[in-house]
């Protein structure tokens, strides 16, 4: 069964430094999403992206975040500096566009 | 508007017991509304989804029941199994748009042998 897979698994980084998380989406698949979970709270979106632009942010997506699709199967999230509210487990997701979401195993990630 | 409450925080269940996990939400503009499973350390996967043409969908053990004029709709697990024992978020997605996913605060699901 096709899978989204993301890299890395856990990433610990200091407070103030730059962060990327990787996503390999389902090949056939054209809506990509980033969204993320602090410990033990709910499933928040970030941000979904098509055609090669953002189409919806959330207000958590900040100057700070930016994504990128650099070549025809990764889908990355970039955090420019990170704090220690932005740890959490981030996870990447993308759909055909019929409604269903295909989720990754997450990125956790820890800011110290 | 954009929420979706969710209730209980927690259940525990005894095998073959029927949980039922409540959400409620606001915005009419939703129109699909999905289920998710997630198990420890694993991203959340898709269980069941229904949308508001139908009052309630069921896929082998699990059940939606959808009442839109209440605006609110459940998860029924059927014959409960240890092995269903996860994490359940109710999203929902507004219609048009990009498929974005509104979560749920989630249920913690415990199924006593």
């Known amino acids: 069964e096709p899978e989204v897979t993301q890299t890395p698994s856990h990433q610990v980084t200091q407070m103030g430094q730059e962060v990327i998380l990787r996503c390999v989406p389902i090949s056939n698949h054209l809506y990509f999403y980033w969204y993320r979970q602090i410990l033990g709270q709910k499933v928040e979106f970030l941000v979904s992206?098509?055609?090669?632009?953002?189409?919806?942010k959330s207000e958590i997506f900040d100057d700070q975040f930016s994504v990128e699709r650099p070549d025809g199967s990764n889908f990355t999230l970039k955090i420019r500096s990170t704090k220690l509210e932005d740890s959490a487990m981030y996870f990447c997701?993308?759909?055909?566009?019929?409604?269903?979401?295909?989720f990754g195993a997450g990125s956790r990630l820890t800011v110290l | 508007q954009q929420q979706v409450k969710q209730s209980p925080q927690s259940l525990i269940v005894q095998k073959g017991g029927i949980p039922i996990i409540n959400c409620a939400y606001e915005n009419t503009a939703f129109d699909y509304f999905p289920w998710y499973q997630q198990f420890p350390g694993k991203g959340p996967a898709l269980l069941i989804a229904?949308?508001?043409?139908?009052s309630e969908k069921k896929e082998g053990r699990f059940t939606i029941s959808f009442n839109k004029s209440a605006k609110q709709f459940s998860l029924h697990i059927m014959d409960s199994q240890p092995g269903d024992s996860a994490t359940y978020f109710c999203a929902a997605s507004p219609s048009g748009g990009y498929n974005k996913l509104i979560f749920g605060a989630g249920t913690r699901l415990a199924v006593h042998p």
């Open positions: 997701a993308s759909s055909s566009g019929a409604n269903v979401l295909t």
């Open positions: 992206f098509y055609n090669n632009e953002i189409s919806e």
């Open positions: 229904i949308r508001p043409d139908v």
